[in-house]
């Protein structure tokens, strides 16, 4: 018999009707979200591991292809590190920030605006993403000042503006900006900026819908339960009671802050659950830490977790 064109099904084997119903409870999100911007801070072991990087980039690409704003900001210090000590410079940390001099700072353009950023792109574009990687120098995108602590860290800096303009031409271009997060000031001096804080500052700038934490962190744990959603009053009581504690309470704090900012909502998802960013976003039940200002009596069709 000559070889058929043809193809046909394996016998026995039965629709999955579970795939159904899980696209269906994704279509009340995908009908809310359509031409709302996510900001996306992109860091922790889903940039690392190689089956997670790619897992990261079908996500964000799906996400883009519904027909929502993505704007990613990532990090990459582990990569940093590494170029600086094959390059015989020492990596000093105070307080968790990395102390920045000339030549580090080199090395931070180098290596975050470098190969970092476009090994990102690169993963997005092969999944049909339409992604371009820039820096917060492109387009005078993020405007820096120096930190209080600059005599002890050197060139890290916080962000005093964002210039949102070409940001928007991008998204409206149909392009997904993969941002590395550099800033200038108007004595040319260029800073590196915390990957948090320039996402939650381009998030509020561009009044996005969600800011989008991927990171190795779950959630926010009391005691051993991971809250779906937390409120900003409970929020508090459980910061003066010592139930958050440690390094989720800056988290906390910083995504109020961004909320008081005009985000709509503010989420803290474990990139290493495989396809988390979708499942946080598309489902009832989502996988992660939703910040909201109130509690909300939404409906499904509204968009119940997410």
């Known amino acids: 018999m000559e070889k058929m064109c043809s193809e046909f099904r394996p016998e026995g084997k039965k629709p999955e009707p579970a795939i159904g119903y899980m696209l269906v409870e994704a279509l009340p999100y995908i009908r809310k979200f359509e031409g709302k911007t996510f900001v996306i801070k992109y860091g922790g072991a889903a ?5 997670l990087k790619n897992i990261f980039a079908e996500n964000v690409t799906l996400l883009r292809k519904v027909g929502i704003k993505v704007v990613i900001v990532h990090g990459g210090g582990d990569a940093i590190t590494k170029t600086s000590a094959k390059l015989g410079l020492e990596t000093t940390f105070v307080h968790g920030k990395r102390v920045t001099d000339r030549q580090t700072i080199d ?30 120098l492109d ?87 991971i809250l779906k959603t937390i409120c900003k009053a409970d929020a508090a009581e459980f910061i003066e009671k010592g139930i958050i504690t440690g390094g989720m309470i800056p988290k906390v704090v910083s995504a109020y802050q961004t909320l008081d900012g ?41 968009g119940a977790a997410s």
């Open 107 to 136: 090395v931070i353009q180098m290596t975050l605006a470098g190969k970092v950023n476009q090994d990102i792109v690169q993963l997005i574009n092969e999944d049909g993403g339409n992604a371009v990687g820039v820096s917060g």
């Open 262 to 302: 005009g985000v709509g909502k503010v989420h803290l998802v474990d990139g290493q659950i495989t396809h988390s960013l979708l499942l946080e976003v598309f489902t009832n039940e989502g996988v992660g830490t939703q910040f909201v200002n109130e509690i909300e009596n939404e409906t499904i069709a509204e």
């Open 47 to 51: 940039m690392k591991d190689e089956v």
């Open 139 to 225: 387009a005078d995108m993020i405007l820096a000042k120096p930190s209080p602590n600059a005599a002890t860290l050197g060139l890290v800096g916080e962000v005093a503006e964002i210039n949102t303009r070409y940001i928007d031409l991008l998204c409206d271009a149909g392009l997904i900006p993969v941002i590395a997060p550099i800033g200038y000031d108007m004595e040319s001096n260029v800073y590196n900026i915390n990957a948090d804080d320039a996402a939650a500052c381009i998030a509020v700038a561009l009044r996005a819908e969600k800011l989008i934490y991927v990171s190795d962190v779950e959630g926010v744990r009391v005691g051993n339960r």
